[in-house]
């Protein structure tokens, strides 16, 4: 059961054939049997999930399901808040903090009926790309315990790739939804900003961190999205008009539509089976009928370098109200100012304080022209370039991820080779665009490839036509090993 | 040749609005209240939780601008001014940087004779941080033994007014502050009562040889809690820079702290050593939009100002002096002002009364009595029609501000309504003349001081309520 896609198993909680509670347990064993190995979670909260299980059992006995996620156990990465649930944004300084609110997001899935099991691992405060830097251990590929997840929301893909729960939900600031889901084997998508609201999501850099799902199809994905995209009066950077219905062009395939390549996302640096992968992609997607050709967009070029001007700045003072002031870890000193500094200096891990410092120094007098304004200024060229393109091709492809999955400690020590996983990815977020990763095959080493869908703004509609053509002509349906039911 | 040295001095001014909810949040905007109670994960910089801008706010920064003659941005922008300090829960201010709401505007300050424009430079829209309450030794940081917060202020809205530097003395920076309260209080923006802190005014203040036009090094003065500590304080500073710089010592750039009971300021630290806020644009808010015809909306309904309503005083033939005090008066007084003349008082003689003797009446009582403008109506035709001295009205009005009666009672009861009857004064005047003929032979004869005696006489018959001037009319037709 645990295997079940979410479809499935929604079709069968409606039809009496399986109860919300039976469907929990099944996917709280195939946790109980994956997590000394992965670590995809840092909370599982049995009680709730019980409970809140149970209500959904009394809801379908009466015919009366709060909506299509009715008994559908979920998780949600640990950088959402949750009512009286450890929230700890993989942070020793947020260690025991217990949210006194739910995330809009989190609201959103309880009113659609979903069962909440747990908070995933991540980096810490989203800030990496393996979920080496969670302060409590990192989470594990389930196609291989030696390789990373990616990341940051790597616990919520893994937890998604071996059945801990039937879909989940991640944040996503330069890739971290769509980056861990091609690693793990899952589908990955990051909404257009403002699609889903950001209220309760803990910051990490407030004009590129959006939400989005991990399931293991394109339709699941869509059922996550519907459940909870929507304009939000709390977040005043959510959209207020209509959410693109994609649901009713899913399977119109892709004849006709305009793919574009882009020239930039790919050659040196990317591993040879990733790119002949996706090359085969391109290959089906014309053979159905898609116009494809190759784009060039050179800003792309020097995104990674703007990405990280931005993404710090915004994160340094983000992160300030972290001061052992009002909540979460406080290490005493003599004077408040001594209190604030010991507490973040152990509170935070090292690619946090460094991405603070960098974002301190970026937006520091006599440095902020050369710095965070010139990266403010390329974004804007970014967005145009993209809207330039978006004008030739109706959706743009690419590897999610120039390498697969790598091994645990092998970029460590090297922070600029990590920042390189997210080359393919950060593009849509400092453009705000939808992107989806949806995987495509297994390379020699049996590790998953993921296929990247972009589209303008709003443009989700021919995104998911998109990626549901991938998803067919790619047939994958393999499953990690773990995954397999005892 | 000793130097005469100018004062430079800018004055910033932070308001309360007093809007129902917080700028960012829906918690409520009270003063007071128990500690901690009204707040929510918003104005408590909870992790997750994200600003909304409160639209009525927003609409009473322009009405502010407007009644200062600024432009008001088409487009402005929220910004993060970054500092930690433990009373402010994110560790950085929502507030403007390079394009407030409202700029280049002006308020017109009258001292003495001499009305000046003092310039303002912007007014922007900003959150409140929460209050520190320290505990021990005085309430002094440094010498805190523990410190409370209070997070209930926290997010309330505050307009921060900048003026140019533009004022030239203590006086004149005590009746820029006081204008511009009386301005922001009138727009009912705010209940901007300065010993509640919901306006606070901080100056800068430097001094440079008259007729230089170089700035000296300017000190920020704060803790001013009360118009007269402002104007004390910057005299205050004024003579200690003249006083430095006569001594052939330097002014240092700092922040300096009224003490009101030593009547001096002392040196404070700042909030952060260095003052690098490293301000961008709030990602978590949207430009601010103001369309001209939302502008125009709003201008239409600004109630009349204090400068159009001079204009409009002098016109109906107030005094200058009389007129200006009156514009600026409490709007009760202005009320009855108004009541009064539209009743059919003489503008002139109304304004007299209400900016004279009510305004001073109802400080001296010290009790929220007022004398609505139907009664001082009356009060005024009794005085005109002569049945009330200009002395026996004073006493009268008092009298009708502590009893809440009207004038006609009060003056009866107090026994001051003068005789004004001609013919019961032509008797009182028979008798007199009958029984002081030498008097009369010596007038006659051209010693005129003798009429003082005669009136007196005749006013000492009546009991003193015979009207003096019609006395002394009928005594001159008699003997003349």
Same mark, same amino acid.
Request: proline fraction near 5%; charged fraction near 25%.
């Given at each position: 059961?645990?295997?079940l896609?979410?479809?499935?198993?929604g079709?069968?909680?409606?039809?009496?054939?399986l109860?919300?509670?039976?469907?929990?347990?099944?996917?709280?064993?195939?946790?109980?049997?994956?997590?000394?190995?992965?670590?995809?979670?840092?909370?599982?909260?049995?009680e709730?999930?019980?409970?809140?299980?149970?209500g959904?059992?009394?809801?379908?006995?009466?015919?009366?399901?709060?909506?299509?996620?009715?008994?559908?156990?979920?998780?949600? +990465?640990?950088?959402?808040?949750?009512?009286?649930?450890e929230?700890?944004c993989?942070?020793?300084?947020?260690?025991?903090?217990?949210?006194? #609110?739910?995330?809009?997001?989190?609201?959103?899935?309880?009113?659609?009926?979903?069962?909440?099991?747990?908070?995933?691992?991540?980096?810490?405060?989203?800030?990496?790309?393996?979920?080496?830097?969670?302060? *409590?251990?990192p989470?594990?590929?389930?196609?291989?315990?030696?390789?990373?997840?990616?990341?940051?929301?790597?616990?919520?893909?893994?937890?998604?790739?071996?059945?801990?729960?039937?879909?989940?939900?991640?944040?996503?600031?330069?890739?971290s939804?769509?980056?861990?889901?091609?690693?793990?084997?899952?589908?990955?998508?990051?909404?257009?900003?403002?699609?889903?609201?950001? #209220?309760?999501?803990?910051?990490?850099?407030?004009?590129?961190?959006?939400?989005?799902?991990?399931?293991?199809?394109?339709?699941?994905?869509?059922?996550? *999205?519907?459940?909870?995209?929507? #304009?939000?009066?709390?977040?005043?950077t959510? $959209?207020?008009?209509?959410?693109p219905?994609?649901?009713?062009?899913?399977?119109?395939?892709?004849?006709?539509?305009?793919?574009?390549?882009?020239?930039?996302l790919?050659?040196e640096?990317?591993d040879?089976?990733?790119?002949?992968?996706?090359?085969?992609?391109?290959?089906?997607?014309?053979?159905?009928?898609a116009?494809?050709?190759?784009?060039?967009l050179?800003?792309?070029?020097v995104?990674?370098?703007? $990405?990280y !001007?931005?993404?710090?700045?915004?994160?340094?003072a983000? !992160?300030?109200?972290f001061?052992?002031?009002? #909540?979460?870890?406080?290490?005493?000193?003599?004077?408040?100012?001594?209190?604030?500094?010991?507490?973040?200096?152990?509170?935070?891990?090292?690619?946090?304080t460094?991405?603070?410092?960098?974002?301190? $120094?970026?937006?520091?007098?006599?440095?902020?022209?050369?710095? $965070?304004?010139?990266?403010? +200024?390329?974004?804007?060229?970014?967005?145009?370039?993209?809207?330039?393109?978006?004008?030739?091709?109706?959706? !743009?492809?690419?590897?999610?991820?120039?390498?697969?999955? *790598?091994?645990?400690?092998? +970029?460590?020590?090297?922070?600029?080779?990590?920042?390189?996983?997210?080359?393919?990815?950060?593009?849509?977020?400092?453009?705000g665009?939808?992107?989806?990763?949806?995987?495509?095959?297994?390379?020699?080493?049996?590790?998953?490839?993921?296929?990247?869908?972009?589209?303008?703004? !709003?443009?989700?509609?021919?995104m *998911?036509?998109?990626?549901?053509?991938?998803?067919?002509?790619a047939?994958?349906?393999?499953?990690?090993?773990?995954?397999?039911?005892? | 040749?000793?130097?005469?040295?100018e004062?430079?001095?800018g004055?910033e001014?932070?308001?309360?609005?007093?809007?129902?909810?917080?700028?960012?949040c829906?918690?409520?905007?009270?003063?007071?209240?128990?500690? /901690?109670?009204?707040?929510?994960?918003?104005?408590?910089?909870?992790?997750?939780?994200?600003?909304?801008? /409160?639209?009525v706010?927003?609409?009473w920064?322009?009405?502010?601008?407007?009644?200062?003659?600024?432009?008001?941005?088409?487009?402005?922008?929220?910004?993060?001014?970054?500092y930690?300090y433990?009373?402010l829960?994110?560790?950085?201010?929502?507030?403007?940087?390079?394009?407030?709401?409202?700029?280049n505007?002006?308020?017109?300050?009258?001292?003495?004779?001499?009305?000046?424009?003092?310039?303002?430079?912007?007014?922007?829209?900003?959150?409140?941080t929460?209050?520190?309450?320290h505990?021990g030794?005085?309430?002094?940081?440094h010498?805190?033994?523990?410190?409370?917060?209070?997070?209930?202020?926290?997010?309330?809205?505050?307009?921060?007014?900048?003026?140019?530097?533009?004022?030239?003395s203590?006086?004149?920076?005590?009746?820029?502050?006081q204008?511009?309260?009386?301005?922001?209080?009138?727009?009912?923006? =705010?209940?901007?009562?300065? @010993?509640?802190?919901?306006?606070?005014?901080?100056?800068n203040?430097?001094?440079?040889?008259?007729?230089?036009?170089?700035l000296?090094?300017?000190?920020?003065?704060? /803790?001013?809690?009360?118009?007269?500590?402002?104007? &004390?304080?910057?005299?205050?500073?004024?003579?200690?820079?003249?006083a430095?710089?006569?001594?052939?010592?330097?002014?240092?750039?700092?922040?300096?702290?009224?003490?009101?009971?030593?009547?001096?300021?002392?040196?404070?630290?700042?909030k952060?050593?260095?003052?690098?806020?490293?301000?961008?644009?709030?990602?978590?808010?949207?430009?601010?939009?103001?369309?001209?015809?939302?502008v125009?909306?709003?201008?239409a309904?600004?109630?009349?100002?204090?400068?159009?309503?001079?204009?409009?005083?002098?016109?109906?033939?107030?005094?200058?002096?009389?007129? &200006?005090?009156?514009?600026?008066?409490?709007?009760?007084?202005?009320?009855t002002f108004?009541?009064?003349?539209a009743?059919?008082a003489?503008?002139?003689?109304?304004?007299?009364?209400v900016?004279?003797?009510?305004?001073?009446?109802?400080?001296?009582?010290?009790?929220?009595?007022?004398v609505?403008?139907?009664?001082?109506?009356?009060?005024i035709?009794?005085? @005109?029609?002569?049945?009330?001295?200009?002395?026996?009205?004073?006493?009268?009005?008092?009298?009708?501000?502590? =009893?809440?009666d009207?004038?006609?009672?009060?003056?009866?009861?107090?026994?001051?309504?003068?005789?004004?009857?001609?013919?019961?004064?032509?008797?009182?005047?028979?008798?007199?003349?009958?029984?002081?003929?030498e008097a009369?032979?010596?007038?006659?004869?051209?010693?005129?001081?003798?009429?003082?005696f005669l009136?007196?006489?005749?006013?000492?018959?009546?009991g003193?309520?015979?009207?003096?001037k019609?006395? /002394?009319?009928?005594?001159?037709?008699?003997?003349?």
């Open positions: 059961m645990a295997d896609t979410i479809e499935a198993a079709s069968a909680l409606a039809k009496g054939e109860s919300a509670t039976e469907l929990l347990e099944s996917v709280l064993t195939r946790a109980s049997l994956t997590e000394a190995d992965l670590h995809s979670f840092l909370t599982i909260d049995h709730g999930a019980m409970a809140a299980a149970t959904s059992d009394e809801r379908l006995r009466r015919g009366e399901p709060r909506g299509l996620l009715e008994g559908i156990p979920l998780a949600v +990465k640990d950088n959402f808040c949750t009512r009286h649930l929230t700890t993989g942070s020793q300084i947020l260690a025991g903090y217990l949210p006194p #609110y739910d995330a809009t997001a989190v609201a959103r899935l309880r009113d659609a009926g979903a069962v909440l099991v747990g908070k995933t691992n991540c980096d810490e405060f989203a800030m990496g790309s393996s979920t080496e830097n969670s302060a *409590f251990g989470t594990r590929n389930p196609w291989n315990p030696e390789r990373v997840p990616g990341g940051s929301s790597g616990g919520s893909a893994a937890a998604v790739a071996v059945g801990s729960v039937l879909g989940a939900f991640g944040s996503d600031t330069g890739g939804i769509r980056q861990p889901a091609a690693l793990c084997g899952v589908v990955g998508f990051k909404p257009t900003y403002g699609l889903i609201s950001r #209220y309760g999501l803990v910051a990490f850099a407030s004009s590129l961190d959006q939400i989005g799902p991990f399931a293991r199809t394109v339709a699941d994905a869509v059922t996550l *999205f519907e459940a909870v995209a929507g #304009y939000d009066p709390l977040d005043a959510s $959209y207020q008009g209509l959410v219905n994609v649901r009713p062009t899913l399977g119109e395939g892709v004849s006709g539509l305009r793919v574009g390549i882009v020239r930039e790919g050659g640096g990317y040879a089976e990733v790119a002949a992968a996706t090359s085969a992609m391109v290959d089906k997607l014309a053979d159905e009928g116009k494809v050709s190759e784009v060039s050179p800003s792309f070029e995104a990674l370098s703007v $990405y !001007l931005i993404a710090p700045a915004e994160c340094s983000n !992160l300030a109200r001061d052992g002031v009002r #909540y979460g870890l406080r290490v005493p000193g003599e004077t408040v100012e001594e209190m604030m500094a010991r507490t973040r200096a152990e509170g935070f891990g090292p690619e946090v460094r991405r603070i410092l960098l974002g301190t $120094y970026a937006l520091s007098a006599g440095y902020y022209d050369a710095f $965070y304004g010139k990266a403010q +200024k390329v974004r804007s060229l970014l967005i145009a370039e993209m809207a330039t393109v978006f004008e030739q091709a109706d959706v !743009l492809v690419s590897p999610t991820s120039p390498t697969t999955a *790598f091994e645990l400690g092998a +970029k460590t020590q090297d922070p600029l080779a990590m920042y390189l996983s997210d080359v393919c990815t950060i593009p849509a977020n400092l453009a665009t939808p992107a989806i990763s949806v995987p495509i095959g297994l390379d020699s080493g049996g590790l998953p490839i993921g296929f990247q869908v972009m589209a303008p703004a !709003l443009g989700e509609k021919v *998911f036509q998109t990626a549901a053509a991938v998803e067919a002509l047939d994958f349906d393999a499953r990690p090993a773990m995954a397999v039911s005892p | 040749m000793t130097t005469v040295w004062p430079v001095i004055i001014v932070h308001v309360e609005l007093s809007t129902q909810s917080k700028m960012f829906g918690c409520e905007v009270t003063f007071g209240g128990e500690a /901690n109670t009204k707040v929510c994960p918003t104005c408590l910089g909870l992790p997750g939780a994200l600003p909304v801008a /409160n639209s706010a927003m609409d920064i322009v009405r502010i601008g407007l009644a200062l003659q600024c432009q008001v941005s088409e487009r402005s922008v929220f910004h993060r001014k970054n930690f433990a009373d829960p994110k560790n950085y201010q929502v507030s403007q940087f390079d394009l407030p709401v409202c700029r505007g002006w308020l017109d300050v009258t001292v003495g004779d001499e009305t000046r424009r003092i310039g303002i430079e912007r007014a922007h829209m900003e959150e409140d929460g209050k520190s309450l505990q030794n005085g309430g002094r940081i010498t805190a033994t523990s410190t409370l917060l209070d997070f209930n202020r926290s997010g309330v809205p505050l307009v921060e007014i900048v003026s140019r530097p533009d004022l030239r203590a006086t004149e920076a005590r009746a820029y502050a204008d511009l309260r009386n301005l922001v209080a009138e727009l009912g923006v =705010s209940d901007a009562r300065m @010993e509640a802190g919901s306006i606070r005014f901080d100056a203040v430097s001094v440079r040889p008259v007729g230089t036009e170089a000296g090094t300017k000190v920020e003065i704060k /803790n001013m809690n009360s118009f007269r500590s402002l104007e &004390r304080a910057i005299a205050s500073e004024i003579d200690r820079q003249v430095l710089l006569e001594g052939g010592q330097k002014v240092r750039q700092e922040t300096r702290h009224w003490d009101e009971g030593a009547g001096a300021t002392h040196s404070m630290r700042s952060e050593e260095s003052s690098d806020y490293r301000y961008f644009a709030e990602p978590d808010l949207l430009p601010l939009v103001f369309a001209a015809d939302q125009e909306a709003l201008r309904g600004l109630p009349e100002l204090p400068a159009e309503r001079r204009s409009r005083l002098e016109g109906l033939g107030v005094a200058p002096h009389t007129a &200006r005090a009156l514009a600026q008066a409490e709007p009760e007084l202005r009320r108004e009541e009064a003349v009743l059919g003489p503008p002139a003689a109304a304004a007299n009364w900016a004279g003797e009510l305004t001073a009446a109802t400080r001296r009582l010290e009790t929220p009595a007022m609505d403008g139907r009664s001082l109506f009356r009060l035709e009794m005085t @005109e029609d002569g049945r009330l001295s200009s002395s026996a009205a004073k006493e009268v009005l008092v009298e009708m501000l502590r =009893s809440g009207e004038a006609e009672a009060v003056a009866t009861r107090l026994d001051l309504i003068q005789i004004s009857d001609t013919s019961a004064l032509e008797a009182a005047v028979s008798e007199v003349l009958d029984s002081q003929l009369v032979e010596r007038y006659r004869s051209g010693e005129q001081k003798v009429l003082g009136v007196g006489l005749v006013m000492k018959s009546t003193g309520k015979a009207d003096p019609l006395v /002394n009319q009928i005594l001159r037709q008699r003997l003349g």
